[in-house]
C-alpha cells in the first residue's frame, strides 16, 4: 500500500494504481478522454495531466503514472485548465462539430469536457477532414472525420477482442485510424469499438438516429443467448429496446458483449412475433382467446393422463422452469427434460459421477490469471465468445499458455502462441486420455484423494501420447508439451462448451475432462476450474432445478420416440423448436404430428406449426425472474418492455396452467424464487437480495468438489470416410432464436456449408456454389464458405438455420459419414 | 376639486376626437408585432428539405412537452425528422425551442390567430409548420 | 587541427571504406581481445561508467549509468540495440562513421555485449544508409569469418549473434522505444515508460538501446582507459571526443571529429572557415535540429552538454546548423516545424496538433498575416506542448521554436508590422 496526497486528501492505495486510478476510487475527479478501466494505460490524449509537487516543471498524466509513496497531486490548477484547454483546443481543431446530426451528442466525452472547459470558440484554424463514411457493414458505422484518436478501439479490439480490425495509419496532423488497407470494415462485428468510442466517430448503425441517449431508459437485465450470462443494458424507447447500452460497471463481462448480445436484440421487437394464442381448428390454426386456448390445453393434457411429455427449453428463467416442474407433478408425469435432453445433461452427469458436482468448478474471472488453458471444442470461442475474450486477456495481459482439443480451427487458435491439438473428428476422448496418460506417466499427477488411480492407469495404458497422436493424425510432443503445462501451471483452467448440436458421448467427454482435472489438481484447486458452458442462458440453472426426467420419466428422446409410436399422448413444448434443432428429425416429426402438441415459443416456429395449441410468450427483455448462468451466477433479469399484443411471459402462461389444473402458482417470479431456493441445492441460502449487480454465485468462486473418483473411459475410432461433416455453432448465431434477428442475419442469413480450401479445390468449388450432401438417411444442400479453418476431407455446417434441415441427417452422431456433390 | 374633475373629463373628450383613437378595430384593423413577438412556430424549409435535422433539442427543452420528433435518415443519409410535431394546446409559447435550436430551423412567427374548431387542427405537423 | 586526437575517424579517408585488414592495421579488434581475455564483464561496465562517456544519440545520458540499469545477470534472453536511425535534420554523422569505418561499430557492439550479456544484438539502421548497411553486413561477416561473432568468441564461453535490420524510415523510429516497436514489426509508437526497455524492451526482454558513436566509442575506452578517454576532452566535465556534423551556411560543411568541449566560435571559423559568401554569423542549431538556437554572443560557449544547458540550448547530437545574417528565422523554424510536425507519430495530441497548430502560427508570421494575439498564443504552446507530450519527439520540436522566441522575438515582431516578411523583398 502507498500514501499520498491527492487534492489535499490523504489516501492510501495499491503501489499498482496509477494517480487516476487512486483518484478514482476516492471520488476524485480527473477528466479523461483515452483512459479506459480494462485497457492497459495509454496516455495519449492529455487531458488527464496533473501537477505533482515531486515532479515539479511539467505536468504529469495521471492516466500513467504510477502511484508513489507520499506524492502530493493537485488535479486543478490554472495552469492544468489552461492545459487541458488547450488540449481540447487541439482537438477541435480538426472536429467536424456535427453534433447536432451525431447520435453520440449528449454522451459525446468531447462535448462534455469541451463544455466543462467552456472552450467556446477555438483560436487555431486547421483543416477538417473529410474522409468518407465507413457503412459498408450493416452493424458499424465508422466516422473517422469526428475521431479524436483516443485509440480505444485499436486497442480493445486486440487487447480484448483479440482480433485487430483497426490501427493507426499516417503520421501527424494526418493521422487516422483505419482498417487494413483502409477498406471498410469486416470483422465479427462483437462491437466493443463502439461501445469503448468515447465520441460519435464508430457508432452502431441499427440505432442510427432512432433517439438521443437521454431519452432512453436503461434496464439492465441478462443476455438472454448464451451460457456466459452478460449483462447487457436495454436502452430503451417508445416500449422498444433500440439499443444495448454500454455497461461496464454491472456483471461479469465488463461491458463486453458478442454481436449477438449487441446487435442481435431485434428479434425481441419483431413484428412476427406469436401475439395470440392459437388453436387448432378444423385442422388449422386460428386465433383464440387465452381462456380458450388454456382450456384446451388443459383438456388435452388431461386427455392424455399420465401420458404426457414435457419438453422445456433453456432460455427460461429459473422462477418459469420451477412453474415448468410444477406443472408436471400437477400433471403427474415425470416426463420432463430441457434442451434435447442429451448435450449439456450428458455433460453434468459425466461430472456428478467423477466430482460429485453439476457444474463449473470456478469462475469466469479466474480465467484471466489462469497460466495454463485447455479449451476443449474449438467452438468454444463461438459458442461463448465474451469467455473466449477473458482467454484472450488470460494469453495476452499474463501470457497463459492455451491449448485447444479441436477438429478444425477457430479463432482460439489464432491467439499468441495457442497450441492446437487438431485431431479427426470425434476423437477428443483419445486426446484427453493421452492428456491423461501423459501426467499419470511421467509422475506429473496430483494423486492424494484420488479414488480409482490404479482402474484409469490401467485403462490408460493404449492412449500414450504416440499411439494416440498417430490415431487422431496429430503431434506426440504438442500432446505432452499441454500435458505437461497443465499439470505444472499454478492455476490452470479447462474449458468444456456444450450445446445441442453435440449429443453424442457428452457424458464420457465430461468424465475425461474431469479426470484430466482431478490429475492436475484444477477440480477444487482455488484460482483454477473446471468450466462446463451449456449453450443457453439457463442451462445451468435447468440441471440445477433438474429440469430432468424423474424416476420412471422418459427423456427428451425418449419422450419424441414414445410419443411417434403412440406411446406418449400429448406433448408440451415451452421455448424449444425440436423439429429444426434436434437430432433425427423424422422421428421428431413423427412425435409431434402423432401427440397433442401444445407449443409455447415468441415464434411461429417449424415445430409450432404443428401444434394444437399455441401460446404466445415473451422474450428476455419482457420478462423478470433469475437466470444462472455457466460459471452458476444467479443474476437478475428486469423488465424493459410490455410483450407485444396478449403475448404473455411464460411465467404467466404456466400460472394459468397450473390455476386451470386446480393446482396454486406462487404469485409472483420473486415468490418463486424463495420456493425454488428452498428446494434446490445450493440455492438454500440465497434470497433475491443477495442477487445484486454482479450477480451472486451459488458454492462461491471455487466449488469445492464432493467426489475425487477417476473414471476410465475408452476413446473412439476415426470414421474411414473420405468425407466427414460436422454439425456446431456459428459465432453470430445462438440456437434458433437468433435466426429471428436482424443483426445475426445480416452477419450469416442462410446455412453453409464450410469446407478447407484443398476440398474445394479438389471439389472445383467455389463460394456461394451450392453444395449437395448425401447420407443414407437424406440429403441436406447450402452455399459453399470456403475457409482455411478445416482439415482435408471435413466439413462444417451450422445447425441454426430451419431451412436447411439438417437434422434429416444428422442424428446426434459425432461426425456425419457424407457424400460431396456440386449442385 | 372641480378643476381635477374638468381636468379628467377634458382628457376623456379629447380621446373622442377622430384621431385619438386607441382601440384598435380588431379584426378589421391588426396590429403589427414587435420582432420578438413569440407567435405560431415555423419550421425553416431550405431549398430541398427542411433545416432542422431532428437533434431532439427542441423537445428535450420543451417545458410543455408539446413537440413530437422521430427521425430518420433520407435517402442520401441524413438526419431528418421523419415527424414533427406541435400541439399548439400545451405550447406555452416561450419560444425555448427556438433558442435551442443549433442550425437555426424552428423560428417564431407573427401569427396569433390560433382559434381552430376541432382539437385536432392544433396539433401542427411538419408540412403545416413549414408552411406557416 | 591535426592535433586533434581522431579516435573515431582515425581510418577516415576521403572516398574510402576500411574493412577488416585495415581495421586490424591501426589496432582494430584488438580492444576485443584485450576485453575478452582480460576483463570480465563487470569490470568492462566499470570502465565504462567510469570514463563518463555520455550517449552520443541526442539526450546524452551517461552510457556507464544505463548500463547499471540493465539486469546483465539476469537469465534468459536479452538484446542489445544499437540505434542507427539517423534522420534528425543536419544530423550526419553516424552515416559517415559507417562510410568510413563500420568495423568499429561492429566491434563496439560485441564488447557491449559481453560487458551487457546480450547474446543477440540489433543495428536498427535507417533505410536511406543502404550503402552503411552494406558495409556493415560486409563488416559482420568478416567479423565472424575472425571468429570475433558465433558461438564461443575467443574461448570465453560466451555467444553473440549481431543483426542489421532497415528501418521503414520515419524519424519517431529514433525514440528508443518506437525503435523497439518498429524492430517487432509494429507501428513505430513510443511505449509508455516504465516498463523501461532495460526491464521490458525488445519481445519483453531486457534491452539496452545505444547510438552508434556511443558503442564505437567503447573499444577506444578499453584501449585508451577511462581517464585517457576523459582527458580528451576540453572541460572537466566532458570526455572524449565527438562528431560535429557542420552544415547550413559555412565555407565548409564537412563532419569532423573534435573534442568534446570545443568552443562554438572555434568550430565556425577553424572547421567551417568562416559564414559562407562572407556574410555574418546569425544563429546556429548546435546539436541537430531539436535544439534550441545559439546566437553570436554564444560563440564562446564550449560545445559540451553542460555547458550548452547553461545557455539553454543542449549539445544534441553535434550537427551544428549555421544560419548567416540573411536568413529569416521565422521561415527557417518554420522549415525545422514542417519537419517535425509530419514526423510525429500521431500518438498525443499536443504532439499531434499541437505541432500542426506551431506551424500553422508560423506560417500566420512568414506569409505577413500574423497579428500580436497569434505571438501570444505561439509564446502559450511553448507551455502547452512542451513536457506534456508522450515522448521527447514535441519537446525536442519546440527547441528551436524556444531559441526563435528567446533570441529572435523582434524579428517576429517585425513581421507583423510589415505584414511580409521582412527578409524578402
Known sequence: MVNLTIDGKQITTSKTSTIYEAAKENDIYIPVLCYAKKLLPYGACRVCLVEVEQMKGRLIPSCTTPVTEGMVVTTMSDEIKKVRKTVLEFLLVNHVVDCPVCDKGGECDLQDLTYEYEVVTSRFEGEKFDLPKDEANPFIERNMNRCVLCGKCVRVCDEVVGYGSYSFINRGFETKIATAFDRGLDCEFCGQCVSMCPVGALLPRPFKFKARPWQLKEVNSVCGYCGNGCTVTLGVKDNEVQTIRFNDETGVNDGNLCIRGRFGYSYVNSNKRLTKPLVRRDGVLKEASWDEAIQTAVQGFKDAGEQVGIISGARLTNEELFLVKNLSKALGTENLDHSGGECYKGVTEGLLETLGVRASTATFPLVEKANAILAIRSDFYETHPVFGMVVNQAIRRNEAKLSIIADKFGKLSKLPNARTLLHKPGLELNVLNALCHVIVEEGLAKTEGLNGLDELKAALKEYSAETVAELVGGDADAIKQTARELAGAENAAIMLAYGLPYTAYSKELAIAAANLALLTGIAGRQGSGLYLCGEKANSQGAIDLAILPGGKGMGAQQMLAAAGSGELKALYLVGEDPLVSYPNRSLVEKALEKSFLVVQDIFLSPSAQMADVVFPAASFAEKAGTFTNAERRIQQLHVGIKSPGEAKTDFAILQLLLKELGTSAPATPAEAFKSLAAETPGYEMVSLDMVGPQGYVWGGDNLEPELKQLVPVAGAQPLADKYQLLVGSALYHSGTLSTHAKGPNAAVAAPYIELGREDAAELQLVNDDMLKLKTVEGEIQAKVKVDRRLPKGVFFTPYHFAELELNKIYSGQPAIAVEPVKV | MFKEFAKGLSITLKHLLPGNCTTVQYPKQKLEMSPRFRGLHRLVPTQHREKCVACYLCPTVCPAKCITVESAENEKGEKYPKVYEIDLLRCIFCGYCVEACPVEAIEMTDAYELANFKREDFNFDKERLLKS | ?425
Not at chain 3, 507519430?345 to 500566420?364: I, Q
Request: hydrophobic letters at 35%; proline letters at 6%.
Open chain 3, 1 to 425: 587541427m591535426s592535433q586533434v586526437p581522431q579516435l573515431l575517424f582515425k581510418n577516415r579517408r576521403p572516398g574510402e571504406t576500411v574493412f577488416i585488414d585495415g581495421y586490424r592495421a591501426t589496432g582494430g579488434y584488438q580492444p576485443l581481445e584485450k576485453a575478452f581475455r582480460e576483463m570480465t564483464p563487470v569490470e568492462l561496465r566499470e570502465l565504462v561508467k567510469s570514463s563518463n562517456l555520455r550517449g552520443r544519440g541526442g539526450a546524452g545520458f551517461p552510457t556507464g549509468v544505463k548500463w547499471t540499469f540493465f539486469p546483465a545477470d539476469a537469465p534468459g534472453p536479452k538484446y542489445l540495440v544499437c540505434n542507427c536511425d539517423e534522420m534528425e535534420p543536419g544530423t550526419y554523422k553516424d552515416g559517415e562513421l559507417l562510410m568510413a569505418d563500420p568495423h568499429q561499430l561492429v566491434e563496439g557492439m560485441i564488447v557491449s555485449a559481453y560487458a551487457l550479456q546480450t547474446d543477440v544484438g540489433y543495428i536498427f539502421i535507417r533505410y536511406a544508409y543502404e550503402k552503411q548497411a552494406e558495409y556493415l553486413r560486409r563488416a559482420i561477416a568478416e567479423a565472424k569469418e575472425a571468429g570475433y561473432i558465433g558461438k564461443n568468441i575467443l574461448g570465453s564461453g560466451f555467444d553473440f549473434e549481431l543483426h542489421v535490420h532497415g528501418s521503414a524510415g520515419r524519424y519517431i523510429l529514433g525514440e528508443e522505444t518506437a525503435l523497439l516497436n518498429g524492430l517487432e514489426g509494429q507501428r513505430p509508437n513510443p511505449r509508455l515508460k516504465p516498463p523501461f526497455p532495460a526491464t521490458r524492451g525488445l519481445f519483453g526482454q531486457p534491452t539496452t538501446v545505444n547510438n552508434v558513436e556511443t558503442i564505437a566509442n567503447i573499444p577506444h575506452i578499453i584501449s585508451g582507459g577511462a581517464e585517457w578517454f576523459r582527458d580528451l576532452a576540453l572541460t572537466p566535465e566532458g570526455s572524449g571526443t565527438k562528431l560535429f556534423g557542420l552544415s547550413g551556411h559555412l565555407n565548409c560543411t564537412e563532419c569532423f571529429e573534435l573534442p568534446v568541449g570545443i568552443r562554438l566560435g572555434e568550430v565556425v571559423e577553424t572547421y567551417g572557415q568562416g559564414v559562407w559568401k562572407n556574410r555574418k554569423f546569425k544563429a546556429c542549431l548546435p546539436g541537430g535540429a531539436s535544439t534550441p538556437y545559439l546566437t553570436e554572443e554564444h560563440m564562446d560557449v564550449a560545445l559540451d552538454f553542460m555547458s550548452l544547458e547553461k545557455v539553454g540550448s543542449r549539445f544534441g547530437t553535434a550537427g551544428v546548423t549555421v544560419f548567416d545574417d540573411q536568413t529569416c528565422m521565422v521561415a527557417a523554424t518554420l522549415n525545422l516545424i514542417q519537419f517535425f510536425a509530419r514526423e510525429s507519430c500521431g500518438w498525443c495530441t499536443p504532439c499531434r496538433d499541437g505541432l500542426s497548430m506551431v506551424r500553422w502560427l508560423l506560417e500566420k508570421f512568414e506569409t505577413g498575416k500574423g497579428s500580436p494575439e497569434h505571438l501570444d498564443m505561439l509564446k502559450d504552446q511553448l507551455q502547452n506542448i512542451s513536457g506534456n507530450s508522450f515522448c521527447a519527439l514535441a519537446e525536442g520540436a519546440m527547441g528551436p521554436v524556444a531559441g526563435l522566441l528567446t533570441h529572435f522575438e523582434q524579428e517576429i515582431i517585425d513581421h507583423i508590422e510589415k505584414g511580409r516578411c521582412p527578409f524578402k523583398s
